[in-house]
Structure formats: structure tokens, C-alpha cells
């Protein structure tokens, strides 16, 4: 117990950070049932139905799967990195969530007065990309350490793919950084605070919307994810960098590309959607229980299913998730929670949004060619980042010019 | 026993030994990989000092960069593992004591200089001396403002010049 008073930050940062990892590996796992249900709909089927209610276990399933299966080394690989390659990507893609704000209040944990983020960095956003740039590492390592053809060719052309994307994702967010004239998330978030003619939301995305346009396409680009997959398109390369890969380390990779995608989506909401400000103004105050009335009416729709639709045991689990609904939803309204609740929620929206976006690209656009990508990335995304910062930097500048 | 003094040397001990294994490893992209680590470390070192944009920017740059540049070329070219050799007579009987003596000379005059030591007792954090970001940036673009458009132009001719060597001749 002395330990915990007298090591209050680190025992704090400790806790924050295994809420924070249990969250977000479980949002990893049923993102995959996110993105193959959204795929299924859009494609007129189902998705995963039948191994839970409406396909809820099925991550769990497939978590199974992936630890039991056998796990094969190619011979004549280079095996420490062979082994390396996946953690490499994992780590990474995880520990940047360690620098996102989800939200401006403050909590008490085990008496500590801290706020909703695990490290709030003056650099974060340099840090940020510090951490994202060294992610070429694990696809560029997977590929070689393989030893195998489609690896080697699907590993280097994805890195670099990253690389030559990340040029532009860097020189998209300095618009930004011009205007909020600071690189703490913190403060980028409340820059974004007030409205214009007191409706509309102050966001980067309205001075800013071809930076972020940039950008999102960019990190679309960065992370691997369609129309820009073909280092890992399965027609094209078999499998590309994770061909020889199997069991957990497969999952690993899997789990980094998903971790990346959540990072990606964060920096957009701090940056470009206000991150965790409220769209609408604060003094409707009514809404401090969009909340918990969003978590009943999802419960309500989950009883209707499961009277109308479900039998036997996806009954009792449906059941059960709508109990789990329920009860977030009261949590949501008890007043020691309901402040600090509404950053989060809003936040998550926005991920849940730009997830969305990123879901519907991939079962909607073809995949480019590879030249096709790259020429896109060099002589497209590139010159459009630069006069992005260009202007910027001349309607900030205009003012002080004039006053000369 | 201060949490800045050992991270020091924790970050020192991982740098020396990457740079070892640079040199003793006998794959080349185990080389490449200990480099990595080395700028890794010498990241946190400079975090230690204060120089929080520096640390963030030699990651950017070195680590993500131009390692990553290392690794594709040693990736393309194939290169094999390293011979094993008996060194020349020159290099076993004079080359391994004139390092030594070299060594015990850099250590002679570095404890004699002393501000190593109240870095590795946190002494940058304690003065409080952080440089931010701001304070950097108007100091490079104000003051060392001509420096730094040479230095661009430098590496443009530096571009100019891979893009000649690499052209296929027509």
C-alpha cells in the first residue's frame, strides 16, 4: 500500500495503461466482426450469424483458432527475425495509443487527480509519427525474414508503399499545426473549440478540408487498407508480407494492421474532427445523456431481436448483451460518471465513423495497380500537400504582411 | 539511485552493445538492425538531456528513414553472411591495444570535462533546461536562418546527384 502512495504517477499510469490495453484489444478483436459484418451487408449476406448471436463470438472463435493452429517456421529463414517481425508490429501500432487524449475531464484513480490519457507529451504529434515511421520495420523484416518469393516482393513493395505515403500524411497534418499553432494534443483539441455563426462547430476540417482530404487518403495508403492492398492482396501475391506466417504471429499482424487503422482515425478526429467536442453547442446540455439514451436504444433493438428472432441458445446470449446494454447505460447516467463519460462517447463516434468510412472504401473501390499507387502517392498526394502548406502558410501570414 | 541515472545507463549499456554487435554480427541485416537500436538509444539520450524535439526527429529521421533505406538495399542486393577471416598480424598485435589505448584516452579527458555526470544525476531536469519546439524553430529560423537554407540546398544537390547516378543511359 505504501508503494501506492508513494509512487502515485506510476502506479496511476500502470492502471490507466491496463485499461487502456484491455479496452483496446478488445475493440481490436471485434473490429474484425465489425468489418466483416459492414462488408457482408454492403454485399447483400449476412457475415458471420451462427457462432454467436449475430456472429458475436465469432472473434472469440477465431481468437481460438489462431492460438491453436500449428505454427509453422519456413526452414531456411532467418529465425530471430522471423520471430521479431510480428512483435515489432504489434508493439508499435499499440503503443501509440499510449499518446491519444480520449477526453478533457478528470478522474480520480486510487485518489490521483489525473486526466483521460495515458501520456501527454508536449510533441505528441512528432511523437506520434515518430513511433508510426519506425512501423516499416515489422512488414519490410516479415517479407524478407520469409525467405519465399511472393514474401519478398510483397514485403518491399508495401514498405515502400508506407514510406512513400508518409511523406504526404506528415506534410497534410502541418496545415493543421500552422493553424492550431501547437503540437500537444491537448491543445489541438480545444483549438477547435467555439463555432462559427455559434452553430457550426469550429472544427480544423472546414479551413483545413484539403489537408484532410490529403491525409485521410494518405493513411489509407500507409496502413495497407483497400483500394491501395495490393501487398497483401490475395489474388495478386497470395498473401504478400504474411504469407509464411501462421497461427499467433499471423494474428499479430492481423491485430497491427486493425491497431494501426485505430491510430490512423485518432490522430484524424484530434486533428481534423475536434476530437472530443461535442458538435453541438454546449449549452444544450440535454444531450449530457445522448449517452446512455443511445446504449437504451440499442438495448431496446436488441430486445426486439431477440423476442422476434432468436432461438435457443443465441436467445439467452442475445439476452445477455442486452442486460450488458442496459446496465452501461444506467452506469452512463449516474452522475459520477455522466461528465466524464461525454468526451469518450463523442470521440468514439467519430472513430466509429471514420472505421466505417474505412470499411465501406474497402468493400466498395477496386484495388489500384501498383504504379498506379505509387505515381498517385509521388505525383498527386505529394504537390497537393505542399500547396496545402503553402497556402496555409500565406492566409496566416497575409495579416502580419499587411500590417507591415 | 535516481530513476534518471539509471535510465542513463541503461541507455548507454544498450547503445555500446548495439554498437558492438554492428560490428560482430555476421549477418548484415543483424548489423542493420543493432544501428537501429543504437539510434534508438542515443533518441532516449537525448531525450534525457532535454532535447525532447531533437529525440523525436533523430526517430523520424534516422531510425524510420534512412536505416529503413539500409535495410532495403541490404534486402535487394542479397548480401551474404560475412567471412570469417584471421585478421592480419598487423591488426591482432597492434590493432587491439592501440584501440584499447585510444579508449582509456576518450575516458581520461571526458571525466576530466564532468558534465556527464550530472546528466546521468538528471541535471537537464532539474535546471529545468527542456528546449521546446518553439524556441528551437525561432532560433533556426531566425538566427541560424542562412545555415539552414544551405543546408537545403545541399541536400537538393545531393538528390540531383542520385538522380543522374541512377539514370538509365538512353
Given at each position: 500500500m505504501e508503494f501506492i502512495t508513494q509512487h502515485p504517477v506510476l502506479v496511476v499510469s500502470l492502471v490507466k495503461i491496463a485499461v487502456l490495453m484491455f479496452v483496446m484489444l478488445t475493440v481490436l478483436a471485434y473490429l474484425s466482426w465489425f468489418e466483416r459484418k459492414i462488408i457482408a451487408h454492403i454485399q447483400s449476406r449476412w457475415g458471420?450469424?451462427?457462432?454467436?448471436?449475430?456472429?458475436?463470438l465469432q472473434p472469440l472463435a477465431d481468437g481460438v483458432k489462431f492460438l491453436f493452429k500449428e505454427d509453422l517456421t519456413p526452414p531456411a529463414s532467418d529465425k530471430f527475425i522471423f520471430l521479431l517481425a510480428p512483435f515489432l508490429a504489434l508493439t508499435l501500432s499499440l503503443t501509440t495509443?499510449?499518446?491519444?487524449?480520449?477526453?478533457?475531464a478528470t478522474v480520480y484513480i486510487l485518489g490521483h487527480e489525473t486526466r483521460l490519457v495515458v501520456a501527454n507529451v508536449d510533441i505528441g504529434l512528432l511523437a506520434l509519427f515518430a513511433i508510426t515511421s519506425m512501423g516499416v520495420y515489422g512488414v519490410a523484416l516479415a517479407g524478407w525474414s520469409s525467405n519465399s518469393k511472393y514474401s519478398l516482393l510483397g514485403g518491399l513493395r508495401s514498405s515502400a508503399q508506407m514510406i512513400s505515403y508518409e511523406v504526404s500524411l506528415t506534410l497534410s497534418v502541418i496545415g493543421v499545426v500552422l493553424v492550431a499553432n501547437t503540437l500537444n494534443f491537448n491543445e489541438l483539441v480545444n483549438s477547435q473549440s467555439g463555432y462559427y455563426w455559434h452553430f457550426?462547430?469550429?472544427?480544423?476540417i472546414g479551413p483545413q478540408f484539403v489537408g484532410f482530404l490529403c491525409y485521410f487518403t494518405s493513411a489509407i495508403a500507409e496502413t495497407n487498407r483497400?483500394?491501395?492492398d495490393l501487398p497483401e492482396g490475395e489474388q495478386e501475391?497470395?498473401?504478400?508480407?504474411?504469407?509464411?506466417y501462421s497461427s499467433f504471429k499471423f494474428a499479430m499482424f492481423f491485430m497491427a494492421e486493425y491497431a494501426n487503422m485505430i491510430t490512423v482515425s485518432c490522430l484524424a478526429t484530434i486533428l481534423f474532427?475536434?476530437?472530443?467536442?461535442?458538435?453541438?453547442?454546449?449549452?444544450?446540455?440535454?444531450?449530457?445523456y445522448l449517452p446512455a439514451v443511445s446504449l437504451f436504444a440499442l438495448a431496446a433493438y436488441l430486445a426486439y431481436d431477440t423476442v422476434k428472432h432468436m432461438r435457443g441458445l443465441a436467445r439467452i446470449q442475445l439476452a445477455i448483451v442486452t442486460l450488458l446494454a442496459i446496465g452501461l447505460g444506467a452506469l452512463c447516467l449516474a452522475p459520477a460518471v455522466m461528465p466524464v463519460i461525454q468526451g469518450p462517447f463523442w470521440f468514439l463516434l467519430k472513430i466509429g465513423l471514420l472505421m466505417f468510412f474505412y470499411v465501406w472504401t474497402r468493400s466498395t473501390l477496386p484495388r489500384m495497380r501498383y504504379d498506379q499507387l505509387m505515381s498517385f502517392g509521388w505525383k498527386l498526394l505529394l504537390p497537393v500537400s505542399l500547396l496545402n502548406l503553402i497556402v496555409t502558410s500565406f492566409w496566416i501570414i497575409w495579416p502580419l504582411l499587411r500590417a507591415r | 539511485m535516481s530513476l534518471p541515472f539509471i535510465l542513463f545507463f541503461a541507455f548507454a549499456v544498450i547503445a555500446v552493445a548495439g554498437a558492438l554487435l554492428l560490428i560482430l554480427a555476421r549477418e548484415p541485416i543483424h548489423s542493420a538492425l543493432s544501428l537501429v537500436l543504437v539510434m534508438i538509444s542515443l533518441a532516449a539520450l537525448y531525450l534525457l538531456l532535454g532535447a525532447e524535439f531533437i529525440a523525436a526527429v533523430q526517430i523520424i529521421?534516422?531510425?524510420?528513414?534512412v536505416m529503413v533505406l539500409f535495410v532495403f538495399v541490404i534486402m535487394l542486393l542479397n548480401a551474404g553472411m560475412e567471412e570469417r577471416t584471421n585478421w592480419s598480424s598487423i591488426a591482432k598485435y597492434a590493432g587491439v591495444p592501440l584501440g584499447v589505448f585510444l579508449l582509456l584516452e576518450l575516458a581520461h579527458w571526458m571525466a576530466r570535462a564532468g558534465p556527464g555526470v550530472g546528466i546521468a544525476n538528471g541535471a537537464a531536469r532539474a535546471a529545468n533546461t527542456a528546449v521546446s519546439t518553439r524556441a528551437l524553430s525561432a532560433l533556426l529560423f531566425q538566427k541560424y536562418l542562412f545555415p539552414f537554407e544551405a543546408t537545403s540546398i545541399l541536400i537538393l544537390i545531393a538528390v540531383l546527384g542520385a538522380l543522374v547516378l541512377a539514370k538509365r543511359d538512353e
Open positions: 458471420p450469424y451462427y457462432v454467436g448471436a449475430h456472429g458475436l495509443l499510449a499518446l491519444i487524449p480520449f477526453g478533457p457550426l462547430p469550429r472544427w480544423h483497400a483500394p491501395f501475391l497470395v498473401g504478400g508480407f504474411h504469407t509464411e474532427l475536434g476530437g472530443w467536442l461535442s458538435p453541438f453547442p454546449e449549452r444544450w446540455t440535454v444531450l449530457q | 529521421v534516422y531510425a524510420g528513414a
